[in-house]
């Protein structure tokens, strides 16, 4: 029974507050505890996360709060998914939410190459404070951000405990005011930009996750880079060498940089790279703010679109083609095509074509002629007993042969694709389902390795697929041997 339970401090681990519980409750030995807080008593405390809790110690961990509010201020979930997309960044806080084990694989985290054993760190001046302050040390989440190898309010180097992280050893709840000596030595550094990365990436992270946000990360920091030399004028192309040689040399004497590689700069552009480490490296070097960072919006308009606009506003004002391009500093054919409305097209089909013009086509007529063969390529696609392909515009105009993107101006035949239209998702179960069958027709073991050597999907990906790939009919062996994986795979960190 849970007679007395802390009070969290100040950015204090969720970790932290039930050592502090074990060791002011008198418990005999850590496996009494273990038996108030968790469903396993035999499981190893969570140091970054949280386990599954019994009812009355989640009753008493969310005393005056709730519990994704304890996730978002007492763990490290705010390190790992503040930039994942809206979709993902929600599925993570539900999964962990809802205790379950599935939350590891949606979250980004940073892989091991090394095998680097990772422990609980401190700053002693932030400890000899705590316990001036509160009368005893705690853990700091601040202190356990990867890559981050100072204090952020101190500068001064963090020091490993010997309470390790990940790892294999025996469970048990460590207090940090049993495991800091006072006498630590303290070691300020004087690296300027390390200092001020370690504030920034602190304050981004300290701050409330924006659940709700549809914005993404790389296509943020890409409006950022408007009106800078690292992005054309209309905002369409990047200068990646030339961001890459400046971000490089910014970071020179950073020990700590991790985006070594100009298409790990890419990456995060495109939106594959996901870590607040990271990101908030690129986000200072191009001067974003903090609470910008925290608080992503994107420009109403485009840059390409405000570039356009001036061209035809200086036109109007009567500015010819060649003056608005030195008062730009443009390229004459650029602007030119620009206002004339032929910016990015091959053929320019006038409205009254003269003789010997090209002439408009009859694009009704030519709807009319391909509906019944694109309804054929569509049902033989889908009928298909090969691996399945996602229906879309571009695949029926390379199988029939019709010049690239020319269905777009046949409606009846559009109309016949988004009818078939299905989600990345629903995609990935439909070949998710047919390599299950090819692996069980060959009496080869159902996983998810076997699985992802012939589909190439990410566990990720895959197990956001789940709803998609029950809402298929299928034969009940096979039916029984997703479920079962399913509940492993959710299982299984």
């Not at 700091?140 to 180097?157: A, E, F």
Request: proline share 4%; with cysteine.
């Amino acid at each position: 029974m849970i007679l007395y339970f802390p009070k969290a401090y100040p950015d204090e681990l969720l970790y932290s507050q039930l050592a502090r519980y074990y060791i002011k409750s008198g418990y005999t030995a850590y496996r009494f505890a273990a038996e108030a807080l968790y469903k396993n008593k035999t499981i190893k405390p969570n140091i970054e996360f949280i386990n599954a809790f019994t009812e009355e110690a989640l009753q008493a961990i969310t005393n005056g709060t709730t519990f994704e509010e304890v996730i978002l201020t007492h763990t490290m979930f705010p390190y790992y998914a503040r930039f994942l997309n809206c979709e993902w960044r929600n599925q993570a806080l539900k999964a962990v939410s809802e205790m379950r084990n599935d939350y590891y694989n949606l979250l980004c985290f940073p892989k091991n190459k090394n095998a680097v054993i990772r422990y609980l760190r401190y700053c002693p001046v932030c400890a000899k404070a705590d316990r001036q302050q509160y009368g005893e040390a705690y853990w700091h989440r601040q202190h356990q951000m990867i890559n981050v190898d100072i204090c952020p309010l101190h500068y001064c180097r963090l020091i490993n405990s010997e309470i390790p992280i990940n790892s294999q050893a025996s469970p048990s709840l460590i207090t940090a005011e049993e495991s800091i000596r006072d006498d630590a030595e303290i070691v300020i550094s004087d690296n300027e930009i390390e200092c001020k990365l370690a504030q920034y990436i602190a304050v981004v992270f300290s701050s409330p996750v924006d659940m709700i946000s549809t914005a993404r990360i790389g296509d943020y920091l890409h409006s950022k880079m408007a009106n800078t030399k690292y992005l054309s004028l209309r905002g369409q192309q990047r200068n990646i060498t030339a961001l890459f040689t400046d971000y490089s040399a910014y970071y020179k004497n950073l020990l700590n940089n991790t985006l070594f590689e100009q298409w790990q700069l890419q990456k995060i552009f495109t939106n594959d790279r996901f870590g607040t480490y990271e990101i908030c490296l690129l986000a200072m070097f191009l001067n974003i703010f903090p609470d910008e960072l925290i608080h992503m919006e994107l420009p109403r308009k485009r840059q390409q679109d405000i570039f356009d606009t001036e061209i035809k506003r200086l036109h109007k004002q009567g500015l010819n083609y060649a003056e608005i391009a030195r008062c730009l500093n443009a390229s004459y054919d650029v602007v030119k095509s620009i206002g004339e409305g032929r910016y990015g097209k091959y053929h320019y089909l006038s409205e009254n074509p003269q003789k010997g013009g090209a002439k408009k086509k009859d694009w009704e007529s030519i709807d009319a002629e391909r509906l019944s063969t694109v309804i054929n390529c569509i049902k033989e696609l889908q009928n298909s007993d090969k691996r399945p392909i996602k229906i879309s515009v571009g695949l029926i105009e390379r199988l029939l042969g019709y010049p690239k993107k020319s269905l777009y101006n046949c409606p009846k035949c559009m109309a016949a694709i988004q009818k078939n239209y299905e989600s990345q998702e629903e995609y990935w179960a439909r070949e998710i389902i047919w390599a299950a069958n090819q692996i069980t027709s060959q009496n080869i073991p159902l996983t998810f390795t076997n699985i992802q050597k012939i589909t190439n999907i990410r566990k990720r990906n895959l197990i956001v697929c789940f709803p998609y790939i029950k809402q298929y009919s299928l034969s009940t062996p096979l039916e029984n041997a997703l479920y079962s994986w399913e509940r492993n795979m959710l299982q299984a960190k």
